[in-house]
């Protein structure tokens, strides 16, 4: 995201929207990086690339950007599914989580 909105953001016939986008393209990929609100940031991150991706942009080929974008928005799904990472500022955040799934039992001392 933060490399797709650069160079949107260096492009020489950049609109006002276009720039507001790229900005914004470029704090969500720095976040995800650094795994800074990583759900709603991937979500957020998909729907831009969706949106791109069905938006008609002039001036750029249109099969290009609408491929990268599409597989901008799958890994941005993935990364929404799979959640932030041990090392991220989200886990520091929000602390460790560990699972304990209890015994089961075992039903031939229930006689």
């Known amino acids: 995201m933060a490399a797709y909105g650069y ?8 609109g006002l929207a276009t720039m507001a986008v790229a900005i914004l393209a470029i704090a969500i990929g720095l ?3 650094l795994g800074y609100l990583t759900i709603f940031l991937s979500v957020l991150a998909a729907l831009i690339g969706i949106s791109v991706a ?4 002039p001036g750029s080929d249109p099969i290009a950007v609408r491929v990268s974008s599409v ?3 799958i890994m941005a ?3 929404s599914c799979l959640g932030p990472g041990a090392f991220s500022l989200d886990a520091r955040r929000y602390g460790r989580r560990e699972i304990i799934i209890p ?3 075992d039903p031939s001392l229930e006689e």
Not at 7 to 14: A, F, K, T
Not at 54 to 57: E, F, I, R
């Open 7 to 14: 160079s949107h953001l260096i492009s020489q016939d950049s």
């Open 31 to 33: 976040s995800l990086v």
């Open 77 to 79: 799904v993935a990364i």
């Open 103 to 105: 015994p089961t039992p």
């Open 54 to 57: 069905l938006a008609w942009l």
């Open 71 to 73: 597989f901008t928005s």
